[in-house]
C-alpha cells in the first residue's frame, strides 16, 4: 500500500451558458489557467493532466480529448481523458486523484469542458445514439422519455407527488441565483415548475436542467507539494466508482444501485460510517430534480423514498441542517456534461474553504461530497473531501 | 515550420526520479485479427478476449478483479458515451468500470497508478477494433482535426502523414527505399504471426504497382485497418506472490503528448516518443538505452513512422541503425502494424500482448531466443502527437 495523500489546492471556472463564443480549447484554456492561478502555480508546476469530456458528438471532434490537450495545458505533461458518461465530471479529479496517490506524479491538473451547443439542431440529438443499435434504437427512444419512465417509477414506488419533487427545481434555481457563473438562476414556484411546457410525462421543462457550454479545472497535489503553496488544503480522502450493466430495463429503476456502491466504494476508504452524521453537506448530481432525491437515497443521505420528505422540511436547504447542492446545482448553473460534474467537486472545495461567497452555507462546514452519475443510468462516481 | 534539430537522444534524462512501478502482467488474451469479422458483434470480440485472458491468469473476474479499464472511442464505436456498453461482456458489471478513452499505454498508465495508489489488486485493461463496421474510415479520421482553423483546409489525415513523411525523410537521411524494406520485412515477419493478416514473401520491397494516396506516401505503407480485442490482466506484485502467479514485470510506463508537427513540432523525430521513453526508461533503470533489450514492438502505423520512432528512441543514429540492420534488439517480431493491421485502440495492447508472449517464451516460430526484457511504443494516429512507451521485463 502506497497510498499518498492528495489535497485540491486551486479550482477555476468559466461562465456556464447556452451558446459561448469560445471554442473548447479556449475554455479549457481560462479553466485551467483560473485554477492555477488560485493555487498561486504556472503551468510548469503541472506534472500531469487528466482531462474529462463526455460525448464527441456534442463539440464534433473525433478524440476529444487529443483536441483539448494544447487547453488543458497537456503538452508536455502527461496527460488521459477519463469517461463515465454523465459521471465524467466528478470522475476526473478521482483520475487526478491516483494520479498523485500512487507516487508517479506531485501535481496533477484536472479540467474538465463541454461544449454542447455545436450540435444542431439540438444538443439532444447526440443521445439518440446512446442505445444498443439492435435493440433499442429501432424504438426511437430518446434520453428523455427513460428518464420520465424512471421518476415514475420512483414516484409510484415511493408514493411521491409532482409537487414534491418540484420543491428541488425551486431550491436549485434559487441557490443559483448566487452564483456568479450561473445559467439559469431564478425565483421561481411550485407552481411554475407544474405549469412548465410538459416534455414527457411526468417530466416537465423546468424539471431539466439546460445544455450549455462551460469548463473547471481544479490543481492537486500531494502533501508535501500542497504545503508549499497553501496553509488551508482540502483533503480528497474518499473515491469511489461503480458502473452497472448496459441493459437498464433489467432492473428496478426506483433506486441506483450502482450509487449505493460507489458510495460505499468512497465511505470505506474515507472510513465514513454514517453519512448522513458524518458528511455536512452534499453536492448531489441533479440533471432532472427527481434526480437529486434518487441520489440522496443512493448516497445514504436519506432514507429510501425518504429525500422527498427532507426536501420537504427544509432540511436540504442552504441554511437547513443537511445542505444539498448549495450550488444551485445542474438545474441552476447550467448543465455542460462533464464541467457540471467538476463543478461540484469545485463547490465542495470552495465551501470548506469558505471561499463560496453569497452561496456560503450557514453553518460550519468540515467535510463535503460530491457525485456524478451518467451513461444510460447506470454510473455513479462520489469524492468525498475534508478539511 | 519543421524543425528537425536534435534527433537523437542527446543527454541524460531529464525527467525527476521515479521509482519502478511493483506491477506485473499476470494474464493476457487477444481475439479476432482479420480484417473484417462480420460473423461477431464487437461485445463478442470483446468477450471472446476477456475470456481467454482470465482463463490465462486463473482468475474469476466477478470476485477477484478490483478495477476494470477499457479504452474506446465513440466515432469509432458508432455510440455516444461508447463506456456504456462496455461492463457486460468483461465481467465488469455492478463493479468499478471506466474508459480511459486513449493510447493503450496511457490505459496501462492509469492502471498501474490505480495499482499503486492501492485502490486496487488486480485491474483488467481491454480495448478493441471493429473497424469492419464502419463505413467511411477517412471521415472518422478526418473529424479529428480541430474543426475552426484547420478541418477547412480539406486536408485528409494521409495527407498529413504524408507531408510529415515528405519532411521526416529529407530531414533524416531515410529514403524511401528505407521504408520499402520496413514494409518488406513486416510483411516476412507476418508470415511466422498466425494473428498477421498482412503476411507476404515478397523479397522486391514495395511494388511499384502499390496506389500513391498522397505523394510520397503509397498504400504500401499505411497498416490497413483490422479488427480485435485485447485484454490484459494486471495486479500487484504482492498479489501475484499470494496467489504464486509468475508475472511479466512492468518495471516503466510513460506516455505524453507534444506539439503536432503542423503547429510547430518536430518532424526529424517524435518528441512524444522520446520524452516517454526518457521517464520510462528512468522507471526501468535502464543503462544502456535499447541496448539493454532483447525485444522492440514500435508503432508502424506508417512505414515512416517506424523509423522516426526509431530514431526518438536510440542515442545516435549508429544505434538506430544496428536495429535496424538486426544487430540489436529484434524489432517488431509480430510484424506490427503493417503485418497484423491498425487495430486502433487495440493496437498498443497488441504489441504489449505479444511482448508478454515473447517474454513468456511464447511467441512460436517468431520467438526471440531467450528474451527477458522488451519495450513497447505507440502512437495514437494523425493528427495527434501522443504515444507512450512501457518496459517489461521477465526473471529479474
Not at chain 2, 494474464?27 to 470483446?46: D, N, Q, W, Y
Amino acid at each position: 500500500m502506497t497510498r499518498r495523500r492528495v489535497a485540491v489546492i486551486g479550482a477555476g471556472m468559466t461562465l456556464f451558458r447556452r451558446r459561448l463564443l469560445e471554442t473548447g480549447r479556449e475554455l479549457s484554456y481560462e479553466a485551467s489557467a483560473m485554477a492555477l492561478d488560485a493555487a498561486g502555480m504556472e503551468r510548469r508546476d503541472v506534472e500531469s493532466v487528466v482531462i474529462g469530456t463526455a460525448p464527441d458528438a456534442f463539440d464534433g471532434v473525433h478524440m476529444k480529448g487529443d483536441y483539448l490537450i494544447e487547453g488543458a495545458g497537456g503538452i508536455g505533461a502527461p496527460t488521459s481523458r477519463v469517461y463515465v458518461g454523465g459521471g465524467t465530471g466528478v470522475f476526473g479529479p478521482i483520475g487526478g486523484w491516483w494520479h498523485v496517490a500512487s507516487g508517479l506524479f506531485d501535481t496533477c491538473m484536472v479540467v474538465a469542458e463541454e461544449k454542447m451547443s455545436p450540435l444542431h439542431p439540438h444538443p439532444q440529438y447526440a443521445f439518440w445514439s446512446i442505445f444498443d443499435h439492435t435493440l433499442e434504437r429501432p424504438l426511437g427512444v430518446t434520453l428523455l422519455w427513460i428518464f420520465a419512465l424512471e421518476m415514475r417509477r420512483y414516484m409510484h414506488v415511493y408514493g411521491i407527488k409532482e409537487e414534491e419533487i418540484a420543491l428541488v427545481a425551486v431550491k436549485n434555481k434559487l441557490n443559483a441565483l448566487d452564483h456568479p457563473c450561473a445559467q439559469l438562476g431564478a425565483k421561481i414556484t411550485v407552481d411554475d415548475v407544474m405549469k412548465s411546457e410538459m416534455i414527457v410525462s411526468p417530466v416537465k421543462r423546468l424539471d431539466v436542467s439546460p445544455p450549455s457550454d462551460g469548463a473547471c479545472a481544479m490543481v492537486l497535489a500531494s502533501e508535501d507539494v500542497a504545503r508549499r503553496y497553501t496553509d488551508d488544503p482540502v483533503w480528497i480522502d474518499g473515491v469511489g466508482w461503480n458502473v452497472d450493466t448496459q441493459y437498464w430495463t433489467n432492473r428496478d429503476l426506483c433506486y441506483p444501485e450502482y450509487v449505493e456502491r460507489a458510495a460505499r466504494m468512497a465511505y470505506k476508504m474515507a472510513r465514513i460510517e454514517d453519512p448522513r452524521k458524518d458528511l455536512d453537506f452534499a453536492e448531489v448530481y441533479d440533471p432532472f430534480d427527481y434526480k437529486e432525491l434518487h441520489h440522496m437515497e443512493g448516497l445514504m443521505l436519506a432514507d429510501r423514498g425518504g429525500a422527498a420528505k427532507m426536501t420537504r422540511e427544509g432540511v436540504t436547504q442552504r441554511d437547513g441542517d443537511f445542505p444539498i447542492n448549495p450550488s444551485g446545482g445542474l438545474l441552476g448553473v447550467g448543465n455542460p456534461i462533464a464541467a457540471a460534474g467538476l463543478m461540484k467537486v469545485c463547490e465542495v472545495f470552495w465551501q470548506l474553504r469558505g471561499e463560496a461567497g453569497k452561496r456560503q452555507v450557514k453553518k460550519e462546514v468540515n467535510r463535503g461530497l460530491a457525485q456524478g452519475w451518467g451513461d444510460l443510468l447506470q454510473v455513479g462516481t462520489v469524492i468525498t473531501l475534508r478539511r | 515550420m519543421l524543425r528537425g534539430s536534435q534527433p537523437y537522444l542527446s543527454c541524460g534524462h531529464s525527467a525527476r526520479q521515479m521509482r519502478r512501478p511493483a506491477v506485473g502482467i499476470v494474464g493476457v488474451g487477444a481475439a479476432g485479427f482479420k480484417p473484417a469479422l462480420p460473423e461477431i458483434s464487437t461485445r463478442e470480440l470483446m468477450f471472446e478476449a476477456a475470456a481467454l485472458a482470465y482463463r490465462d491468469a486463473g482468475i474469476d473476474p466477478r470476485k477477484e478483479v478490483d478495477s476494470f479499464v477499457t479504452t474506446s472511442e465513440d466515432l469509432w464505436e458508432g455510440w455516444s458515451i461508447t463506456d456504456e456498453m462496455v461492463p457486460d461482456q468483461i465481467g465488469g458489471a455492478g463493479r468499478p468500470v471506466c474508459t480511459i478513452p486513449g493510447d493503450g499505454i496511457t490505459v496501462l498508465g492509469n492502471a498501474v497508478m490505480q495499482i499503486e495508489s492501492g485502490v486496487a489488486q488486480v485491474v483488467v485493461l481491454e480495448a478493441h477494433s471493429k473497424a469492419s463496421d464502419v463505413l467511411d474510415k477517412e471521415a472518422v479520421e478526418n473529424l479529428a482535426q480541430e474543426p475552426s482553423l484547420m478541418r477547412p483546409l480539406g486536408m485528409g489525415a494521409d495527407t498529413l502523414a504524408a507531408l510529415e513523411m515528405e519532411a521526416f525523410l529529407r530531414l533524416s537521411g531515410f529514403s524511401v527505399a528505407d521504408c520499402d524494406v520496413v514494409v518488406e520485412n513486416s510483411r516476412r515477419r507476418a508470415m511466422a504471426n498466425p494473428l498477421a493478416s498482412f503476411g507476404s514473401k515478397r523479397r522486391r520491397g514495395v511494388s511499384p504497382s502499390s496506389e500513391v494516396i498522397s505523394s510520397p506516401l503509397r498504400r504500401a505503407d499505411k497498416a490497413q485497418y483490422a479488427d480485435a480485442a485485447v485484454v490484459v490482466v494486471l495486479a500487484s506484485k504482492a498479489w501475484a506472490r499470494k496467489t504464486k502467479a509468475e508475472p511479466v514485470s512492468v518495471d516503466g510506463v510513460a506516455w505524453g503528448s507534444s506539439l503536432p508537427w503542423f503547429d510547430g513540432g518536430h518532424t526529424a523525430y517524435a518528441e512524444y516518443a522520446r520524452s516517454s521513453f526518457e521517464r520510462a526508461a528512468k522507471q526501468a533503470e535502464l543503462k544502456r538505452g535499447l541496448g539493454s533489450l532483447d525485444l522492440i514492438e514500435i508503432d508502424d502505423t506508417y512505414s515512416f513512422k517506424l523509423l522516426q520512432h526509431l530514431v526518438s528512441l536510440s542515442r545516435d543514429k549508429e544505434e538506430a541503425s544496428t536495429v535496424l540492420r538486426g544487430q540489436g534488439p529484434a524489432l517488431n517480431p509480430s510484424g506490427g502494424s503493417l503485418a497484423v493491421g491498425n487495430l486502433i485502440e487495440a493496437s498498443a495492447l497488441h504489441r504489449l500482448y505479444e511482448a508478454v508472449l515473447q517474454l513468456r517464451g511464447e511467441g512460436g516460430r517468431r520467438q526471440v531466443k531467450g528474451a527477458k526484457s522488451a519495450l513497447v511504443q505507440s502512437w495514437r494516429g494523425v493528427p495527434t502527437a501522443t504515444g507512450g512507451v512501457a518496459i517489461l521485463s521477465v526473471g529479474a
